[in-house]
């Protein structure tokens, strides 16, 4: 018997499951785990979710947008981003956000008033309610897309420590700011 280079592999091979979180249509975040890693963390969170929502759009689309430019820069781009996650809604047939433009407007305002003075600085964190209708969208969508999708509603260590760090810079800046007052 010879043997073919040329001849497929005769061994058996175990099937390679796809991960399921590749095929994603945006971020997957829990809305409680949003709005709580938000607060504690002083909307620092929402840079992160910004960012993650734009990688994903980018690998999907094979764009050339910088991801982490448009999270710092987000107040340019939150409108672009929720219409985004609007019209891939749409498109899919899955309940949409009521009015991207109010969000956006909203997260807007929220997130320049309270950086502009000391304690409207806890304003900002308010932003969020503007952003939880869009990440729940998105959610639908993800959920659409990849029903079996690991919806990260878990908290992980590193966002335990996040949330503690965040209690702790706040309840520092609330004495801190009392104190400058007297």
């Given at each position: 018997m010879t043997h073919n280079p040329y001849a497929p592999?005769?061994?058996?091979v175990a099937d390679v499951q796809p991960d399921n979180d590749a095929r994603l249509a945006h971020f997957a975040v829990s809305t409680t785990k949003l709005v709580v890693m938000s607060i504690c963390t002083l909307s620092?969170?929402?840079?992160y979710w910004f960012y993650k929502h734009w990688k994903v759009i980018k690998d999907r689309e094979g764009s050339d947008i910088i991801?982490?430019?448009?999270?710092?820069?987000?107040v340019f781009f939150v409108y672009?981003?929720?219409?985004?996650?609007?019209?891939?809604?749409?498109?899919?047939?899955?309940?949409?956000?009521?009015?991207?433009?109010v969000a956006a407007?909203?997260?807007?305002?929220i997130t320049l008033i309270g950086n502009s003075t000391e304690w409207f600085g806890y304003v900002s964190l308010l932003s969020v309610v503007f952003v939880v209708p869009v990440q729940a969208c998105a959610n639908r969508?993800?959920?659409?897309?990849?029903?079996?999708?690991?919806?990260?509603?878990?908290?992980?260590?590193?966002?335990?420590?996040?949330?503690?760090?965040?209690?702790?810079?706040?309840?520092?800046?609330i004495v801190g700011l009392t104190l400058s007052e007297e």
């Open positions: 592999p005769t061994a058996n620092f969170y929402l840079i991801p982490m430019m448009r999270a710092i820069f987000a672009s981003l929720f219409t985004n996650i609007r019209d891939e809604a749409n498109r899919l047939g899955v309940k949409s956000v009521a009015n991207v433009g407007i909203g997260w807007i305002l969508i993800n959920e659409h897309v990849s029903p079996d999708h690991d919806p990260n509603s878990r908290f992980t260590g590193w966002n335990v420590v996040w949330i503690v760090v965040g209690i702790l810079l706040t309840a520092l800046s």
